[in-house]
């Protein structure tokens, strides 16, 4: 181990406490200086994005009893009915859906609009293909026990005419 005098020592302090002291200030420097204007919003935009914000908003509420009404009539549709304008008013539902997002297409948020009719509407294909193999399925096991009948009462009539 060196031993050091008082007066070096003092110098290696010194040494260190400005070290210390200038990483500080480039630290310091780095995080909380501003370094451009990007961070200036004028009263303008400030506004124009508020008015932004609003209209979105009021667009939400407009079109929420339309989003939930689609999805009741999703809900409640049966493939087994013949009523083809239950059908049509489901796919004119999630057009006008569709169409809120196609007039402000540039806004990021109205996406959501999109998402939602495109989801509506693979929720409604999907149950109207389940219900319709559904009824499909019942339909192809009262076939196969009318089957099963006939052939009893074939094998039943076959049988007593050998007699």
């Known amino acids: 181990m060196i031993k050091l005098s008082i007066k070096e020592r003092r110098e290696q302090f010194l040494f260190f406490i400005g070290i210390f002291l200038f990483t500080i200030t480039l630290l310091s420097y780095g995080l909380f200086h501003d370094f451009g204007e990007g961070r200036l919003v004028s009263k ?3 506004a124009e994005q508020l008015s932004k914000n609003a209209e979105f908003e009021n667009d939400v509420k407009d ?3 339309i989003v939930d009404t689609t999805y009741k009539q999703i809900m409640n549709f049966d493939p087994g009915v013949q009523a083809v304008f239950l059908e049509n008013d489901i ?3 999630l057009a006008s859906i569709k169409s809120i997002y196609q007039r402000k297409a540039s806004d990021a948020r109205y996406k959501s609009f999109l998402q939602v009719s495109q989801l509506y509407s693979d929720l409604f294909y999907d149950r109207r293909e389940l219900k319709g193999n559904n009824t499909d399925i019942e339909q192809l ?3 196969l026990e009318d089957c099963k009948l006939s052939n009893r009462q074939l094998k039943q009539t076959i049988g007593t005419q050998n007699r």
């Open 44 to 46: 303008q935009d400030l």
């Open 141 to 143: 096991s009262k076939s």
């Open 63 to 65: 079109q929420r009893d």
């Open 91 to 93: 796919k004119n539902s």
